[in-house]
Structure formats: structure tokens, C-alpha cells
């Protein structure tokens, strides 16, 4: 094998690993330092177009089966509070204001609702 291949091949397996060290770390510090929303389904009815709004984002959750959560990573923009919407049993749209604060690039924080029975 030619010499300058071998050294050409350890240079690209060596960038290739350190590319993938750091998009992994990355990851990992943009998921931790990120607010956790879950939404917690406390009645016998599905939950359906649930969305949990920040300031300045809407997230998406759809559906809540009875008796089941569903989490989303959130990150305001601003000074925020946090509110969710769905629809009830008779696609009628509901709003929750959940009594926090958020603010964007602080210490993590995990906020848990649960949605009373309808």
C-alpha cells in the first residue's frame, strides 16, 4: 500500500471522527439547555390539535390519548409564558395558561400540565 494513501486515510477516518464528535455534542447542549413542556391527559377522551405556545413558537403535539403524556422541547424567544390549546369533545378550541415564566437561554426547566377531565 502506498504510503501517502495510508496517511491520506488516517487523516479522513481522524476529521471524519472529529466531525461527528462535535455534531454529537452539539446535540446534546442544545437539548439540555432547552425548556420541557409535557401535557398530561387526566380525562377519558382523547385530547385532540394540542399545541403548546411560547413566545415567538408553536409546537405542534396532535393527539393525547386518556391517561397519557406527551413532551416537547420548547424555546421562547422572550420573556414567555406558556399556554396550550386543544380541542374539545366538541371541537371546540380550549386554552390553558399555565402560571410559569420562560425565558430563553437560562437554566433548564421542566413544566409538567395536567389537563382535568372535560
Not at 47 to 75: A, D, F, W
Not at 86 to 93: A, M
Amino acid at each position: 500500500m502506498n504510503v501517502n494513501f495510508q496517511y491520506s486515510l488516517r487523516w479522513l477516518i481522524g476529521v471524519t471522527a472529529c466531525f461527528a464528535l462535535l455534531i454529537a455534542v452539539s446535540l446534546f447542549v442544545c437539548n439540555y439547555f432547552a425548556h420541557r413542556v409535557t401535557v398530561s391527559n387526566q380525562g377519558d377522551s382523547s385530547l385532540k390539535g394540542v399545541v403548546v405556545l411560547v413566545q415567538g413558537n408553536r409546537y405542534e403535539i396532535g393527539e393525547i390519548m386518556p391517561h397519557k403524556s406527551r413532551t416537547v422541547i420548547v424555546r421562547p424567544k422572550g420573556e414567555s409564558d406558556v399556554r396550550i390549546e386543544y380541542l374539545d369533545e366538541s371541537k371546540k378550541t380550549c386554552t390553558i395558561e399555565v402560571d410559569c415564566y420562560l425565558e430563553p437561554n437560562t437554566w433548564p426547566e421542566t413544566i409538567l400540565i395536567d389537563v382535568p377531565k372535560l
